[in-house]
């Protein structure tokens, strides 16, 4: 799964993962972000009429365009093995695909010494950005744009850590992910191209693990730094 992730490099950096000409987003700099949470609204990338890269920003949760009300389930990801067929998000699969620009993850562990929730930082070489494969939609009864997260079997080397991990997609399928006229069929295949093989983790502190302090955003650049193991 992926429940909180970071995206805290300047917005230059996300300049090279899209071709961004619309000047609110060529001048965007939005500012660092280190403990993103479902239901925090985040920007997402979808794809223009002129094949340019837009952004967009959604609450980090999926609102399907058909519900009547906000979701209870957690719909912040989307499992691959069942993206195309689950009510909730077959008809974005094959419609209202978007990326998402991160430059990191947490995931969990459990502490053998307490039983408590150990938070571990998952990043690419170098601390480099990359995009989460993901859905969007947006809900006209409730008004509501939201994206998810694309999720499938971890590989190593995060299967260590954990059995799920959210799709990194290869930038080169960018274009086929994103366009709207790719053939569903053709989706789950374009899904298979990952740059996940090089991933790198450390612990870090147990602070992450709330994501608001006195209804405050529990949101600072400590978050993301490694604890020393004993």
Request: proline share 9%; aromatic share 12%.
């Amino acid at each position: 799964m992926c429940g909180r992730y970071t995206r805290y490099l300047p917005w230059s950096e996300i300049h090279r993962l899209y071709r961004l000409t619309a000047p609110t987003d060529v001048g965007r700099n939005d500012p660092p972000r280190y403990n993103i949470a479902p239901t925090d609204e985040v920007p997402f990338v979808t794809i223009a009429d002129d094949a340019s890269h837009k952004v967009r920003t959604g609450r980090w949760w999926l609102v399907p365009f058909w519900a009547k009300e906000m979701p209870k389930a957690a719909m912040f990801n989307a499992r691959i093995e069942s993206v195309d067929t689950a009510p909730a998000f077959r008809d974005a699969f094959k419609a209202k695909r978007c990326l998402v620009p991160a430059d990191g993850y947490y995931e969990w562990t459990i502490s053998p010494a307490d039983g408590k929730k150990d938070p571990w930082f998952i990043f690419q070489p170098g601390h480099a950005p990359f995009s989460f494969a993901g859905l969007w939609a947006y809900n006209s009864n409730l008004d509501v744009t939201s994206c998810t997260i694309i999720t499938q079997p971890s590989a190593a080397p995060v299967n260590q850590i954990h059995d799920r991990q959210p799709l990194m997609l290869d930038p080169a399928y960018y274009d086929a992910w994103l366009d709207s006229k790719t053939p569903a069929a053709d989706l789950k295949e374009i899904l298979s191209h990952v740059i996940d093989g090089k991933l790198q983790f450390y612990r870090v502190g147990r602070e992450v693990n709330a994501a608001a302090i006195n209804k405050q955003p529990n949101d600072y650049a400590g978050l993301v730094e490694p604890i020393r193991l004993l």
